[in-house]
């Protein structure tokens, strides 16, 4: 499901309800991929809404309402680095289509979409509107992690109270392992393994964003998936930021967006947001971590 496998782990219940409620969970991410994905066959509002006359307004379900809205608050926490409107950019490299892309498209082409985001996508009542047919909504950085709280919601409701719901390493955590923290690994971005892990317990979430999980060279250099809304090519300050957040859905976009911003202008950030911390590679592949990351991180021993 989303792009990647997901795993489920569940203690403390018999497996027959383990079971019912893993398989509820699923059900609902898949529910989730449907109502927010840009490709594939499937209609739905955000494809519809992408194809919409601009000016015209229209309405969205209530969840997409509410994670568009939550997008926009984002972007300007962010200060535009996270922008659920790249729709129309992130199609014109193709990352996330079949063929998978092996060069960057013309620069014209992309200079044309400069500019166009989620800025243009406004809110005008209950309904939703965009200014330009440039405009798409997007939800590639946000729409996983949605997923992932809402499965845990389901597990929850299910009664678990230790689990983790693990959608390729992007991951919300509750309870404890036989009263120990889960011990979550922090992918090395070039070699195999760990550079560290996080002791997580309670309710916490731990998303990452890297250029190493699509990408290809062209010419001896990288172009992977994280574009920078301000150039419209691939963000290049990191290899990866890993995001502590108490949900996934922040720690989502809060990784995409840290991702294009480095820690220059992220770490002050971050230290200025409550329940965000943060750990960037840069792209020399120095380890930056934020004071709540740095009390929590482990060196894996080597
Ligand atoms: P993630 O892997 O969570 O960092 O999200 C990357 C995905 O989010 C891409 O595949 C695009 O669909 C979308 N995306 C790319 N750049 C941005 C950005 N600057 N802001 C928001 N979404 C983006
Ligand atoms: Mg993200």
């Known amino acids: 499901m989303l792009g990647t496998i997901v795993n489920f782990t569940v203690s403390g219940v018999?497996?027959?309800?383990?079971?019912?409620?893993?398989?509820a969970a699923a059900e609902e991410m898949t529910r989730i991929e449907a109502l927010f994905t840009i490709y594939?066959?499937?209609?739905?509002?955000?494809?519809?809404?992408?194809?919409?006359?601009?000016?015209?307004?229209?309405?969205?379900?209530?969840?997409?309402?509410?994670?568009?809205?939550?997008?926009?608050?984002?972007?300007?926490?962010?200060?535009?680095?996270?922008?659920?409107?790249?729709?129309s950019l992130n199609l014109l490299w193709g990352f996330s289509q079949e063929p998978a892309p092996v060069a960057p498209p013309q620069a014209a082409q992309i200079n044309?979409?400069?500019?166009?985001?989620?800025?243009?996508?406004?809110?005008?009542?209950?309904?939703?509107?965009?200014?330009?047919?440039?405009?798409?909504?997007?939800?590639?950085?946000?729409?996983?992690?949605?997923?992932?709280?809402?499965?845990?919601?389901v597990l929850k409701q299910h009664g678990i109270a230790h689990a983790i719901v693990d959608a390729g390493g992007d991951m919300r955590v509750i309870g404890n392992?036989?009263?120990?923290?889960?011990?979550?690994?922090?992918?090395?971005?070039?070699?195999?393994?760990?550079?560290?892990?996080?002791?997580v317990q309670g309710d916490q979430s731990i998303v990452t964003s890297g250029d190493y999980e699509r990408f290809f060279e062209f010419e001896g250099k990288r172009y992977h998936?994280?574009?920078?809304?301000?150039?419209g090519y691939p963000a290049s300050r990191c290899m990866s930021v890993t995001v502590l957040a108490g949900?996934?859905?922040t720690a989502d976009a809060w990784s995409t967006a840290l991702f294009v911003l480095g820690p220059g202008e992220g770490l002050k950030l971050v230290e200025a947001t409550p329940g965000v911390e943060a750990l960037w590679v840069t792209n020399?592949?120095?380890?930056?971590?934020?004071?709540?990351?740095?009390s929590m991180y482990k060196i894996s021993p080597q």
């Not at 309904?127 to 950085?141: E, I, N, T």
């Not at 998936?225 to 150039?231: K, N, R, S, Y």
């Open 14 to 23: 018999p497996e027959e309800q383990a079971l019912v409620a893993i398989r």
């Open 40 to 87: 594939g066959e499937l209609d739905n509002s955000v494809k519809q809404f992408n194809q919409s006359k601009p000016g015209v307004p229209v309405s969205l379900p209530q969840e997409v309402d509410a994670l568009l809205l939550q997008s926009k608050r984002i972007r300007q926490q962010t200060h535009g680095a996270f922008d659920a409107g790249l729709g």
């Open 112 to 153: 044309m979409l400069l500019g166009h985001g989620a800025k243009e996508i406004r809110r005008i009542s209950d309904k939703w509107v965009r200014d330009s047919a440039q405009a798409r909504l997007d939800f590639g950085g946000i729409a996983k992690g949605y997923a992932i709280d809402r499965a845990m919601e």
């Open 177 to 199: 392992h036989g009263g120990k923290p889960w011990k979550i690994g922090i992918r090395h971005p070039r070699k195999t393994g760990a550079i560290g892990y996080l002791p």
């Open 225 to 231: 998936h994280i574009l920078d809304p301000q150039t």
């Open 247 to 249: 949900d996934a859905t």
């Open 284 to 294: 020399v592949g120095s380890v930056v971590l934020s004071s709540g990351m740095r």
